[in-house]
Structures are given as C-alpha cells and as structure tokens.
C-alpha cells in the first residue's frame, strides 16, 4: 500500500465545503435544462454569489439525488461565454449579428410601442406569440398573447407532445399514464427511458425489473433499455401502425382481448377486428421487418400478463408522416387488453401544473385562457387541421411558414418569441426566411442563438439558478424556488420580463396587473396551498391531503368522447372525412411508397433519437457534453457502411433529395442495416434543413423528423 506521506501523492485537494470557513453555501434549486416532467433537484454549492459545484438534492424525491451529464455540466451551462448579459438592438441587417446594448426601460418601450402599433394597424392575431421547449413561463405567455387579443400562441409542442395528446384524445378523450408500480409487463414503444427521461424513471425501471417486471422495447434502435428488455421488437421506422394492428389481430385471434370491456365501452370495434385482420404477423413482418413469431410472442406477453401497461413517446411515433394514426393503433391495444385506467396499466390523472400530476388540482387552464376562442380571429393552422383545432388549445407553428408566404388568411406581422429555435422546425431554413420576413421579432434567449441573431431586440432571460419559480413533482411534492445567485449581467427571469410587457400590453387585465406572485397564488386556489407557506419550504416540501387515486372512473362519467365510449373508429375523424379507424399508411417517402426514390436514397433516415448528452441545441456549448461526441456523427451499421467502402470516423456526405450535410461516420449496430440515424441539435450541421417544411402528418401537422430516405457516400 502506498504510504499516507508519500511525496508521489497531490496535497490534500482542499475540499467545497459548506460553513462559515469555507464562505460556502448550499442553495436548494433545480435543474431545467432537460426533461420538463422531471427537472432534477440541485443542490449548489455558491461561495461570493457564484455557483462553485453542484450536486442532485437527495431529498427531492422525483431525482433522489442523481444528476444526468448534462445537470452534472449546470455550471459550464449558467456560466457559458455565450450567455446574454444585457438587452441588444439590432444596427444592421436582419441576421448581420450587428447589436449594441439599450437599456432594459429602452427596449421594454420600443418593444410595447412596436407590437401595439402592429395591432392597431393589422389587428392582434398579426402578432405570434412563440416559445420553445422550455415550459416555466409558458402560462404567463399564453395569457398575454390572449390578453393582447391574439389567437396565436405556438410553441414546440406543435412537433412534440400534442400529436400523442391528440392520438389518446381521439381514442379515450383523455390520456392515461403507465404506472410502473403494479404493471406485470411493460410495453415501450419508441421510448429510449435510459437517455430521454432523469435517471430516478432508469431507476425506478431497473428496480421493477428486478421485481420481475416483463419488458416489450419497440423500435428500430438498440437503446440502452433493449439489454433489460424481454422482448425486442426492431421495426422498420414509421410503421408503428402496422405491428400495433398485428399485435391486436393475435390478441383478436386468440381470443385474448377483454371481451367485457370492449363490449360495453367502445365503438367500432367489429370494423377495427375486421380492419386490423388484414394484418396478419406475416403481412406485418413484410411491412415492418419484425419476424412473425416474435409478433406473437410480444402479442401473447403483453396481453396475458394482467396488469400491463404501456409506455409511449411523447414525439418518436408520431414524428411521422402517418404519425397520429399510428399511435392510435398503438394506444388501442390499452382498451383492448382491458388495461384502460386500472392499477398497474395505463392510468388517467388530471394535471396540476406544467403537464404534471401531482394529486392536487390547480386554476392554470383557466389562468392561460382569458378570452375565449371565439373572440378571436382563427389560430395558424385552424384551416388546415380541423382535428387540431377541437383537440388542442393552441396554434399549430409548422403552418407558420405558409401563412407568412401566402398572408392568408391574413397576414403575420410580429413574433415575441422566447427561447424559439428555428433549427428544430422542419425544413429549418424555410423558417429562419419566415422569421426574417417579420416586420419586428424579439427573442428572450440565454444564449446567443442563431434565432437570436435574427431579431431586432433580444432579451437576455436567466436559467433556474438565477430565478423563482413553481415546479410540482408527480410524487406528491412542490418546490418554489429562490435565486441561488444574482442574474447574470443585467439578466432577467422570463416572469419579470413578460409581467413588465404585460404592464405595457395588457394593462386591463386584472390579474396580470397584481404581479407575479398573485397570479400564481390565484393558480395555486384550488389545491389549498399559498406562496407564504411554501416560501417557508425553499427545498420544497411534500403535499398533504392528497386525492387518492381513483381507477376505472369511466364506469362512473363514461369516456370525454363524442360516443361516451372508447373510440376505435373515432367519430371525430370520420366528421371531418378523416379516416375513423386508425389505418395504416406507409410514410410519404419509404422504401414501399417511393421505391424510385429509394433507388437514389436507399436508407430510412431517423433524426433525433435522443443522447445522454445533448438536449436539442442547448448543451453542445458545454465542453464537458460536447467533449463526448465532438463531431456530429451519422449512425450507420457496418454492413452498409463496408458496401460504401466507409470506415469509423470517415468524414461522409448525409444527403436527403433536399439538401446534403458532411459528418462523420458513426458505424454501430444499433442500427440495423438500411438505416440511418443522426442527432439534430449540432451547431455544424442543421439536420432540419435535410427535411421539406410540407413533410408533415396531414391530420396534427407533425413532421416527419424520424422517418424520410438518404444517402450516406464517402468523401472524395
Ligand atoms: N430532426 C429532429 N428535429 C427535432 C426533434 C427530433 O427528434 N428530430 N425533436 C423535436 C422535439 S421532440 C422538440 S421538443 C423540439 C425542441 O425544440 P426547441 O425547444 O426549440 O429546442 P431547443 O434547442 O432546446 O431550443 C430552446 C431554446 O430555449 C432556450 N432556453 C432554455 N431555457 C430557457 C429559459 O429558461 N428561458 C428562455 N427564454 N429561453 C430558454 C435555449 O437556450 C434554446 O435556444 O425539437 C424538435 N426537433
Ligand atoms: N438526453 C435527452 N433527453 C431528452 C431529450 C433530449 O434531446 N436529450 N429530449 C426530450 C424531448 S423534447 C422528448 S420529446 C423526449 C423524447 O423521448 P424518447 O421518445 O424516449 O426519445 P427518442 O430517442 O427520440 O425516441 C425513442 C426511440 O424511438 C425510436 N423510434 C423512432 N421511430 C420509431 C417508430 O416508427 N416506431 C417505433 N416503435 N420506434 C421508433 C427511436 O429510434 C428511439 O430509439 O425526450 C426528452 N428527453
Ligand atoms: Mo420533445
């Protein structure tokens, strides 16, 4: 053993050791980089009102104390030499990147004079209220955009989330959970939980493995799930819809369905039977590349284990151009097996705040909307998606473009976006022309983005360090956070901001007008809690009188459907001359439906499966998540990549009919020969722009990010 004072040995590091002292203390706050349904806890080591460490807050019981590499990598995120430090004003031309500084008081006026002359002159729906991934401020947003009369609030959920929400709606008017505790066997179906959710779900999943839980993994990629799965199931991608028909006709077949279910609590069930009998595991094994008995075996696993619930993304089943009918077909095999609000299967729990339940109720729905939709003129997109029209309660962004060419119905003037980035749109380019078209276009950003650079005022916002915010957890626990530090530079919280342009742009609206904490208070009603109590619990506290969660509550109040019932041939579809069933269809460009095109592009290109490391753009500013994977990489397996004479590491040409990116060569089995897959937020490389902006599901709008045909050759 090595002697305590040998001289080979570093001194004593001196430790970050909170105390009088050290000067150091440990500030409760949390993570929100990533995932909005999770958003780990941290706890930061702040010594002289700068953040030194940090560490995952063990008490917070939906992290327990883990940190991913990307909330490991908070300080190179909040300290990052991109970070906007003061409100800028554009001096040249539209995307020159030419700013200098204004006052906050400056660019408050400039920006409410502005957008309130743009009204004046061509109404409030001229006027786009936009927001990206990030969801703390999306209330307040939502309310000002309506409070200002306009229809037009977007945000990122027009490519994410609202497809799935849309598909749940459609079936069962409501959407429903798996809940992991008491299900027997857990179908995932394109989820890849080890990289897309925090690590206390990888957790949570590894322990009821142990318990014996059985796992289906569906999807075209091995993840780091698929070694704890029971079952892979890898599957061509984009033809989800056609494998969930065939594991319905097994369960059909054989006689495995709830028979008392599907008779008192649904409609359409005989056309869906005689429908989903086309699909036989043979047929769908010629469609979706998944052998036959393997069919049957998930089939049989999945509807014989009682309970047993399903886990769905909320985007890469429906970033396809078939993507909405698909997860239909998929969420069906939930009211068929019986598993439709029962312990152990898929649960339905109304929100409390932010897209998560936390058992107790709250006023956001009617905070976010003060004025009814019929005081205002038609959202983007409501001509041409009737379906997301009645389903949602926003506009639909990836119409944006269009109506910026056409100005019908009428024309879009402004956008007060905030963190909006136009490389995660489809056909990335024809939105930065869109955006650049806009009369005036202000961005609240962290950072200095490549949106950023095209608006006229940008304001610097600060991350969840520098603010307060209210951020449930879904097990039963709340948090209200305080600053750990001082914003950075002249920064401000998106709440401040949007409650002083509020002032400036709503000044009738009540609410608004008492301030911030006032308006979460009022949100706060009905759950009984007060910010003068939680200011009390600055690491948060649990919640008390917690509703007991009930199950099979449509045997009560029946099904938030047009019929009561649960709807496999959906009425709603069928009124706008939709098809009612969820009928399969092969994405617009594939291998089947364009086998000419296949012939130039012989690959299925998937964007985005998700990484450890990134989160779209926004962690590849940070050395050590960056450091992970320096150069953006196509996946590629090995076989195809020896018929193209690639090696690891060659630097190729990623081509699509539209447009050609140079990468480098990833090659790995987790593809599976004829695929290719590529990461979408690199700053190199804007993968988006390789997608046409009209390559999108006719009924939600989605694009189809995750299923299109490529190319991959060798650099000369
Ligand atoms: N090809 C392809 N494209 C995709 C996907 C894919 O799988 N493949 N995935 C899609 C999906 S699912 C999604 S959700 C979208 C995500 O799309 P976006 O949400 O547009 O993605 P981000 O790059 O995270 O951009 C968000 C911006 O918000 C800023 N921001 C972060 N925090 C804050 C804050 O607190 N305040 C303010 N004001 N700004 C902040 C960040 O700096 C960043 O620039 O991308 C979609 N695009
Ligand atoms: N680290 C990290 N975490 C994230 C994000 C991130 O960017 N980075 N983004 C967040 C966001 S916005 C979202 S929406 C979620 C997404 O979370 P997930 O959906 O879990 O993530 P993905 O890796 O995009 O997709 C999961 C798997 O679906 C597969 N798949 C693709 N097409 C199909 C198909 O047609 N059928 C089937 N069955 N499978 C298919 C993909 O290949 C992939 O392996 O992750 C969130 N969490
Ligand atoms: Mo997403």
Redesign the pocket.
Known sequence: MTPPHDSKISPPIRGKVPGDASGIEIKPTIC?ICNVTTHCGIDAYVKEGVVIKVEGTAANPSSRGALCPKGAASRQYIYSKDRLRTPLIRQGERGSSDFKPISWEEALQRIAERLLKIREESGPESVVFGV???K??RPFLKRLAHSFGSPNYIT?SS??YMSMAMAFKLNYGAIGGPDLRKAQCLLVWSVSPFYSKNPAVAMDLLEAKERGLKIIDVGPLITPLTAHADIHLRIRPGTSGALALAIANVIMEENLFNREFVEHWTVGFEEYRSYAGQFTPQAAETITGVPAPLIQKAARLYAESRPAALMTS??ATL?HTNGLQNERALLALIGLTGNWDVPGGNVVKSDTYLHVAAGVASREAEFVQPRPWSEMAPRLGDDVYPVWKELTNEAQGTRFPYQMETRQPYPIRAMLA????YR??PGSDAMREALKKLDFLVD????M?D?ARLADIILP?C??FERTELKFYGQGYVIWTRPAIPPLGKSRS?TEILFDLAGRLAPEDPLFQKGYEACVDWILKPSGLTLDVLKNHPAGMPLKNLSSPKFRKYRESGFPTPSGKMELASTLLAKYGLDGLPKYKEPKHSPVSTPDLAREFPLVLT??ARLPMF????TFRMPWTKGLRPDPMVDISPLDAEKRGISHGDWVTLSTPRHAARVRANLTVAVAPGVANIY??YPEVE??QL?EPDYLDPISGFPG??SLLCEVKKNP
Do not use: P, Q
Not at 418 to 421: P, S, V
């Open positions: 929100s990206g991934y990030t703390w401020m990122e490519v994410c909320a985007s970033h905030f963190g909006l980035n995660m749109w609240v950003e962290l950072f983005t949106t916002a991350t969840s998106d964007t985005g989160i779209h753009s926004r979408h937020g993968v988006n997608i990010f995750k």
